[in-house]
């Protein structure tokens, strides 16, 4: 079994930055962020792999950076321009193995 924990959500106004991180209880082979506004489904932020491939949304490129520390097991998403839209719990995800792991989530609040 695989935890995941997830930090640094918060209140920030239209236009801030908020950084997320999600260590891991072991290595993963893919890691990356995962949001679901209210009555919306869950849907793909951003995943890197442990060599450092990545890939974004359409919705958050060029705003949002992820990146991840496979010594520490440990991914992060650095959020800028943040807009009210990004609104949303944000999850992590680990993928190895097969098998998908999720933490519990952390709400981002994007406003004036």
């Known amino acids: 079994q695989v935890q995941l924990v997830e930090s640094g959500g918060g209140l920030v106004q239209p236009g801030g930055s908020l950084n997320l991180s999600c260590a891991a209880s072991?290595?993963?082979?893919?890691m990356g962020w995962y949001r679901q506004a209210p009555g919306k489904q869950r849907d793909l932020v951003a995943t890197?792999?442990?060599?450092?491939?990545?890939n974004y949304a359409d919705s958050v490129k060029g705003r949002f950076t992820i990146s991840r520390d496979n010594a520490k097991s440990t991914v992060y998403l650095q959020m800028n321009s943040l807009k009210p839209e990004d609104t949303a719990v944000y999850y992590c995800?680990?993928?190895?193995?097969?098998?998908?792991?999720w933490g519990k989530g952390t709400l981002v609040t994007v406003s004036s």
């Open positions: 890197i792999t442990s060599l450092g491939s990545t």
């Open positions: 995800n680990g993928f190895h193995g097969g098998v998908s792991y």
């Open positions: 072991r290595s993963i082979f893919r």
